[in-house]
């Protein structure tokens, strides 16, 4: 099954657009105190994951902590996005890596399901569950066994915006999703339109609706609808494009309308915001916008580029919706034992520490130091996460089959699109999801 998702099409978007919150910074902690595994040396844990570029060197800099500690030598291989495919075929091939970092909580089900994975050891699963939130040890456990300790996350509720115009429209940060559209208004008035919308990647459509299913409808229906025990023809399905919608049809905030919009790329989106052209006020995604705005166009967070907390709609709560890493450990691997230890080491918050430093990640463990970040804006963003708690949910179309919630010109990801061209028939849509949600879920 094909699961390329968000946190992986991120991963690839954002290194393109030379992502890292703080290239070069050099990694702190990591390295002292008794070693957690003892005894390693001589060992080799190969360790697969998408992660190239910059995440890549950061997480290199985790496994030298981890060898430092234990004498473990460590390889990472990269997967490539189609992690399910991978692993799959190295299995097949007698050549399992130890351990795997899984970016969808579909794929880990379905390693579970096809029994490739060794349950988490009873260290780890006591560490998880004192340093994380249960939603993330509910993520990784399939049939009630800890399979995955979620390491690494994404916070998909942030909305970044140019100080400059907000200035020159005399607005401040809104509190409110209508706040927001009346926000975007203002900012179209002073002559730069509201939103960049990246429609050409329909992930980021998908993402606009689940921070607004999330806060009107709440998190347990979300929960119904990712699993699709609530079908899309629900009224709160329609209810939250019907306010998608009003955004959607505004030429005053949708940046060249939703035309352009259809032709605009992630890449792109930020560009129109923080780029040497700008072409919008905004841009709503996830806290990797930060590492665009940084490393390609050198601005500075927190100074040049800002971010608020998606706002609350209709009085609902704030959203926070998640993605991110798993790590998971295969039972064909050569050195499975070792492979534990490791996942044991990147359940502490010294393993964290040390890529946050190094700029472009969150953990999602409550124990990491925020000093160790390296900016007060990703430290204000891994608070928002941590201080979420709960209430997170993770990326509902990264939980669908990939039929619906992960293919380019299929699924969810085409409907919002034509939804974004054509946004008068919120009820028509919802109907089109749920005939392909029935399709893709089998149920």
Same mark, same amino acid.
Request: net charge neutral; hydrophobic share 40%.
């Given at each position: 099954?094909?699961?390329?998702?968000?946190?992986?099409?991120?991963?690839?978007?954002?290194?393109?657009?030379?992502?890292?919150?703080?290239?070069g910074?050099t !990694?702190?902690? =990591?390295?002292?105190? *008794?070693? %957690?595994?003892?005894?390693?040396?001589?060992?080799?844990? @190969?360790? &697969?994951? /998408?992660?190239t570029?910059?995440?890549?060197?950061?997480?290199k800099?985790?496994?030298?902590?981890?060898?430092q500690?234990?004498?473990?030598?460590?390889?990472?291989?990269?997967?490539?996005?189609?992690?399910s495919?991978?692993?799959?075929?190295?299995?097949?091939?007698g050549?399992?890596?130890?351990?795997?970092?899984v970016?969808?909580?579909?794929?880990?089900?379905q390693? !579970?399901?096809? =029994?490739?994975l060794? *349950?988490? %050891?009873?260290?780890?699963?006591?560490?998880?569950g004192? @340093?994380? &939130?249960? /939603?993330?040890?509910?993520?990784?456990?399939?049939?009630?066994?800890?399979?995955?300790?979620?390491?690494?996350?994404?916070?998909?509720?942030?909305?970044?915006?140019?100080?400059?115009?907000?200035?020159?429209?005399?607005?401040?940060?809104?509190?409110?999703y209508s706040?927001?559209?009346k926000t975007?208004?203002?900012?179209?008035?002073?002559?730069?339109?509201a939103?960049?919308i990246?429609?050409?990647?329909?992930?980021?459509?998908?993402d606009?609706?689940?921070?607004?299913?999330?806060?009107?409808?709440?998190?347990e229906?979300?929960?119904?609808?990712?699993?699709?025990?609530?079908?899309?023809?629900?009224?709160?399905?329609?209810r939250?494009?019907?306010?998608?919608?009003?955004?959607?049809k505004?030429?005053?905030?949708?940046?060249?309308g939703a035309?352009?919009?259809?032709?605009?790329?992630?890449?792109?989106?930020?560009?129109q915001?923080?780029?040497?052209?700008?072409?919008?006020?905004?841009?709503?995604?996830g806290?990797?916008?930060?590492?665009?705005a940084?490393?390609?166009?050198?601005?500075?967070?927190?100074?040049?580029?800002?971010?608020?907390?998606?706002?609350?709609?209709?009085?609902?709560?704030?959203?926070?919706?998640?993605?991110?890493?798993?790590?998971?450990v295969?039972?064909?691997?050569?050195?499975?034992?070792?492979?534990?230890?490791?996942?044991?080491f990147?359940?502490?918050?010294?393993?964290?520490?040390v890529?946050?430093?190094?700029?472009?990640?969150?953990?999602?463990?409550?124990?990491?130091?925020?000093?160790k970040?390296?900016?007060?804006?990703?430290?204000?963003t891994?608070?928002?996460?941590?201080?979420?708690?709960?209430?997170?949910?993770?990326?509902?179309?990264?939980?669908?089959p990939a039929?619906?919630?992960?293919t380019?010109?299929?699924?969810?990801?085409?409907?919002?699109q034509?939804?974004?061209r054509d946004?008068?028939d919120?009820?028509g849509?919802?109907?089109?999801?749920?005939?392909?949600?029935a399709?893709?879920?089998?149920?």
């Amino acid at each position: 099954m094909r699961r390329p998702g968000k946190t992986t099409r991120r991963s690839a978007a954002t290194t393109t657009a030379a992502l890292a919150l703080a290239l070069g910074a050099t !990694a702190c902690g =990591g390295a002292t105190g *008794p070693a %957690s595994g003892g005894g390693l040396s001589g060992q080799t844990v @190969t360790v &697969a994951g /998408v992660w190239t570029g910059a995440e890549q060197e950061s997480f290199k800099k985790v496994l030298d902590a981890f060898t430092q500690k234990t004498g473990a030598k460590t390889v990472f291989v990269p997967s490539g996005d189609n992690v399910s495919t991978f692993v799959g075929s190295k299995i097949e091939g007698g050549n399992a890596p130890d351990v795997v970092m899984v970016p969808q909580v579909g794929v880990l089900q379905q390693f !579970a399901k096809e =029994g490739w994975l060794r *349950p988490l %050891s009873e260290q780890t699963a006591q560490t998880a569950g004192s @340093t994380l &939130a249960p /939603v993330w040890k509910n993520y990784g456990t399939v049939d009630g066994t800890y399979y995955g300790l979620y390491f690494k996350a994404a916070h998909k509720s942030t909305v970044w915006y140019a100080p400059e115009a907000f200035a020159q429209a005399g607005v401040a940060e809104p509190k409110s999703y209508s706040d927001m559209l009346k926000t975007g208004r203002t900012l179209a008035d002073s002559g730069r339109p509201a939103f960049a919308i990246a429609g050409e990647d329909g992930w980021t459509l998908t993402d606009w609706f689940e921070n607004i299913y999330l806060s009107q409808a709440g998190p347990e229906k979300y929960d119904q609808l990712a699993q699709h025990k609530l079908k899309w023809t629900d009224e709160s399905v329609v209810r939250a494009l019907t306010t998608l919608g009003e955004l959607f049809k505004d030429k005053q905030l949708v940046a060249g309308g939703a035309q352009a919009a259809l032709g605009t790329d992630f890449p792109t989106s930020v560009a129109q915001v923080f780029g040497p052209e700008p072409k919008a006020g905004m841009v709503y995604e996830g806290d990797f916008v930060g590492g665009v705005a940084k490393g390609q166009f050198g601005k500075k967070l927190g100074q040049d580029a800002k971010f608020f907390p998606f706002p609350s709609v209709d009085g609902g709560r704030a959203p926070v919706v998640s993605g991110g890493d798993a790590a998971v450990v295969l039972k064909d691997g050569k050195n499975g034992q070792a492979g534990m230890k490791l996942v044991e080491f990147l359940a502490s918050a010294e393993a964290a520490e040390v890529w946050a430093g190094s700029g472009g990640f969150l953990s999602p463990n409550n124990e990491v130091d925020f000093a160790k970040y390296s900016d007060d804006t990703t430290r204000s963003t891994a608070n928002s996460l941590i201080a979420a708690g709960n209430s997170i949910r993770f990326d509902m179309s990264d939980q669908a089959p990939a039929a619906f919630g992960g293919t380019k010109g299929a699924g969810e990801w085409k409907l919002l699109q034509d939804f974004l061209r054509d946004p008068s028939d919120p009820q028509g849509t919802a109907a089109k999801l749920e005939a392909e949600a029935a399709k893709a879920y089998g149920n």
